[in-house]
């Protein structure tokens, strides 16, 4: 039987289609066996992908909002950072933005004890919509640095980002605390 | 229309087959779960019988006409089947998260225009536009599928969502036999459906195995229950809702701020 040369190129594509299918759902799933089969393998890549945020200055900017320990207010005279204070604290946009980068790998860290408790998807879920509140924050911010009104807006935006990001942490602090998982205390140092 | 003793083997054992597995879906409670599933199994059991009738006492276009409707049908449920497959796992606590929807609807519109594109190319060497439709319509349809599991299955990795059992099995069950159906349709789009001939045969044979094989593995899957989630003790959980609680009062406070 003769093949027509447009069916030897329908040939082709397909298997073209078929070997990119195949080499996705091989990577994947190959990657998901990895997961299952060496749960803590990639702890390390997991924390190294954590950038370097202050967490004490953090806590100390949050905690003012929150009204956690009336003890640890920043200034002596109990009143509450201003503008200028949270921008050197934080370390201005790029502070802000290794903050927002950092919420991913939370919202991963939460991810990762799912594995084991699937009960935990409510705190990944929850992270997961603290990020995007972080990542709608920072971006107003970015917005208001292209249009040269950052000083003005840093102040309404940046306070509840940096609060959430904490609240963050804590969350996924307690979580693995909760769990006993092991690693707590790797964490305890990186968030 | 003739049929051959093995037309009549592979129907009764698609039959029965279908219908072990809806008893298997009924006496284990899965149709609660897997409402759509359901349905596709019911609608094969009545596809089967009502192709048997036609193909006994109606001409070979009766068949056609009616082999092409009830696939479309199929063909319906089957993406009924993916969507109900896609809530089992990116609604994990039955709420989509608005960035897995986002890549969901990416997945489905990629699936949509590759398969159009892939069903397109092929030349069809079928002789009536009723045949023509029913080729590239099958390879359509199994196109379309593969890539739909392969789209979940990058997605649910790629987002960190863990597939339950019972939907996992589903899915892999027609996600195989999507694949194999891409193989024997691309063979039909280029060496034709007639019954006459020889590799139209095996490769009709080689699917209808196939997707018997694809019946047993779920009549076997879904009667064995998942395994049991591990339970939080009471301590811990009540810990936990505590935690969330202040969490949340928190976050209100946050949100006010704006």
Known sequence: MMISGRSIYFVVVLVVVLAALGTAVAYYYLRYRRRQTFPYGNWESLLSRLSTVD??????????????????????????????????????LKGLEAMERNCAVLVDLAFYVQQWYPEASVVAQQLRLNAREVQWHVGRLKSAAQT???????????????????????????????????????????? | MHLNHTDYLFWAAGLLAHIVLLVVISTRHRAETFPFFTTLIS???????????????????SYRVTYSCLTAVDLALQLCVVYEVALHVFRPTGRWAPEVRRGFVIVVVASITVAAGLTTLAETPAKT????????????SSALMSELFAGMIVLSVTVGL?????AARIAQGLGFYSLVTILTEAGHNIFGMERTSRISG?????????????VMYWIV??????????????EIRSQLVAFQRLLEYDLRKLRALK
Not at chain 1, 156 to 167: G, V
């Open chain 2, 221 to 234: 899957m879904l009667w064995r229950e998942a395994p049991a989630p591990r339970e939080l003790p009471a």
């Open chain 2, 43 to 61: 609608a094969n059991i009545v596809k089967t019988i009502t192709l048997y009738l036609v193909a006994l006492h109606g001409t070979r276009y």
């Open chain 2, 202 to 214: 095996d490769l009709t044979l080689l699917r209808i195995v196939t997707y018997l094989t694809c």
């Open chain 1, 55 to 92: 967490r004490d200055k953090i806590a100390l900017i949050s905690q003012n909002v929150l009204n956690e320990s009336e003890s640890r207010r920043m200034d002596e005279d109990n009143s509450d950072p201003n503008a200028t204070q949270i921008w050197s604290l934080v370390g201005g």
């Open chain 2, 162 to 166: 863990p597939w339950k059992p019972h």
């Open chain 1, 148 to 191: 040269g009104k950052l000083e003005i807006f840093f102040s309404d935006y940046a306070q509840p980002a940096i609060t959430t990001y904490y609240l963050m942490t804590r969350r996924v602090l307690a979580l693995y605390e909760k769990y006993n998982l092991p690693g707590l205390g790797d964490l305890q140092r990186a968030i």
């Open chain 2, 129 to 140: 536009w009723l045949a023509a439709v029913l080729i590239r319509g099958n390879f359509f």
